[in-house]
């Protein structure tokens, strides 16, 4: 029989017909399901045309199955046992079966200093895994709420409506400079701080002020910002060839190079840097996806144990 000629009939009676069966009584059966037995009355005849069948007939003071109505009462059980498993029941996920690719958007940070343990991993535990690493962008939202991806790693931002943010790692700013600037002592005072250019990182493209512009404004001051880059490298190699500075996250920083390198503790008041995945509420109940997850958080968990160690 086709699928599609389900429609001819009305799969909600299955369980009444089930409880029909077993019980071999209509009030009793009423009485099990919740209904008035006017109620199951009704139901028993819709189920009578359907199936072009009595099911149960009257024998004395008690009702009897019919040999279509016994023929089926084990299948239907069965059919019910397995349908609520396919309903009710989670999908256990089998990492080292598990074939599939997530789609994740993020900048360079944080996807450096996550990505090389994430990746280690998945080749120990979940080898048919792919990752698919995007861009960050600023509709981040609409990719999400499309199905085009399936996690956004940033810091927690406004976005529309069914985006649920699971918290992943804190981190911490510090400053960077050039080995040898001419200018910079350590600890790095606020004057001379204030006195230098600046760099800022937009990997989006839609900020013009980062976190230290902000701290900043609160007490009346400003820096001088000579650059916008969109991401932590660059910003970092402008720092390496010039007199410039940046305030970045330890995290991504820690995964650099130092030799050319200073690490500062910024003078500015900073509070620390919150990274979330978001994703769309549709797949909460995914088991694959609530999986992978798991183990981002895990993952991130310990990238930030790093984090926050001292430059």
């Not at 005072?189 to 013009?208: I, M, N, Q, T």
Request: aromatic share 6%; proline share 7%.
């Amino acid at each position: 029989m086709a699928i599609d000629r389900f429609q001819d009939y009305d799969l909600n009676l299955l369980v009444v017909l089930h409880v029909l069966l077993e019980e071999r009584n209509v009030s009793g059966a009423a009485k099990r399901l919740g209904v008035a037995q006017s109620a199951a009355s009704r139901s028993l005849g819709r189920l009578r045309q359907q199936l072009g069948d009595e099911l149960l007939v009257r024998t004395g003071r008690r009702m009897a199955l019919t040999p279509r109505a016994e023929a089926m009462k084990e299948p239907l059980r069965k059919l019910l046992l397995d349908t609520g498993t396919l309903l009710f029941t989670a999908r256990e996920v089998d990492p080292r079966a598990l074939t599939r690719t997530f789609r994740i958007a993020s900048s360079d940070y944080p996807m450096v200093p996550l990505l090389p343990r994430l990746a280690a991993y998945l080749e120990e535990r979940a080898p048919h895994v792919l990752i698919d690493a995007r861009p960050f962008r600023l509709e981040f939202d609409e990719a999400l709420t499309a199905g085009e991806l399936d996690l956004a790693l940033t810091p927690k931002r406004d976005a529309s409506a069914g985006i649920i943010w699971s918290p992943l790692m804190r981190d911490r700013f510090v400053t960077v400079a050039r080995r040898g600037h001419p200018r910079l002592t350590d600890p790095l005072c606020l004057e001379d701080f204030l006195a230098e250019r600046h760099v800022l990182v937009v990997p989006d493209g839609g900020s013009k002020v980062g976190a230290v512009d902000q701290a900043l404004e609160s007490d009346g001051l400003s820096r001088t910002v000579v650059a916008r880059v969109p991401s932590v490298f660059a910003a970092t190699q402008m720092v390496m060839s010039s007199d410039v500075l940046a305030t970045l996250p330890w995290g991504m920083v820690s995964t650099l190079p130092r030799e050319g390198l200073q690490v500062f503790e910024p003078p500015v008041r900073l509070g620390p840097i919150r990274l979330h995945a978001g994703w769309h509420e549709r797949l909460r109940h995914d088991p694959e996806h609530a999986w992978l997850r798991g183990v981002l958080t895990e993952v991130a968990q310990a990238s930030e144990l790093a984090s926050n160690c001292a430059p």
